[in-house]
Nanobody, 121 residues
Framework: QVQLVESGGGLVQAGGSLRLSCVVS????????MGWYRQAPGKLRELVVV???????NYAGSAKGRFTISGDYAKDTVDLQMNSLKPEDTAVYYC???????????????WGQGTPVTVSS
C-alpha cells in the first residue's frame, strides 16, 4: 500500500513564502521520481517541479528562480520551498511519486490528496 500525505499549504500574502512537505509510505517500492504538480480552478493539472532519485530536477518555467525542490530518498520525503509567491500561484498542490519494485519492473504513479495554497494580492 502506497500513500502520499502532503502538508504545509495555506493562505499567504503575495511576496510571502510557504514550504510544502510530502511523506511517501511506500512499503516495498523504490521511488524513481518525486515532485509537485498543481491545479488551479478551471485549469488542467500542471507540472511544478520533479526530482529523480539521482538528483536531476525539472522545473516548470513559472517555478524557476522562486521554488526549490528537495527530495530525501532515504526518508521518502519531498519538500517544496516556495518563495516570492504570486496570486497566480493559487492552486491545489499535489505530491506525486513514481515507484517501482526494481529495475526493469513496472512503474506506478501515485498522487497525494492535495494541499491548497492561496496567495492574496
Amino acid at each position: 500500500q502506497v500513500q502520499l500525505v502532503e502538508s504545509g499549504g495555506g493562505l499567504v500574502q503575495a511576496g510571502g513564502s510557504l514550504r510544502l512537505s510530502c511523506v511517501v509510505s511506500k512499503s516495498i517500492f523504490r521511488i524513481n521520481v518525486m515532485g509537485w504538480y498543481r491545479q488551479a480552478p478551471g485549469k488542467l493539472r500542471e507540472l511544478v517541479v520533479v526530482i529523480s532519485s539521482g538528483g536531476n530536477t525539472n522545473y516548470a518555467g513559472s517555478a524557476k528562480g522562486r521554488f526549490t525542490i528537495s527530495g530525501d530518498y532515504a526518508k521518502d520525503t519531498v519538500d517544496l520551498q516556495m518563495n516570492s509567491l504570486k496570486p497566480e500561484d493559487t492552486a491545489v498542490y499535489y505530491c506525486n511519486a513514481v515507484l517501482t519494485t526494481g529495475e526493469g519492473t513496472p512503474s506506478y504513479n501515485y498522487w497525494g490528496q492535495g494541499t491548497p495554497v492561496t496567495v492574496s494580492s
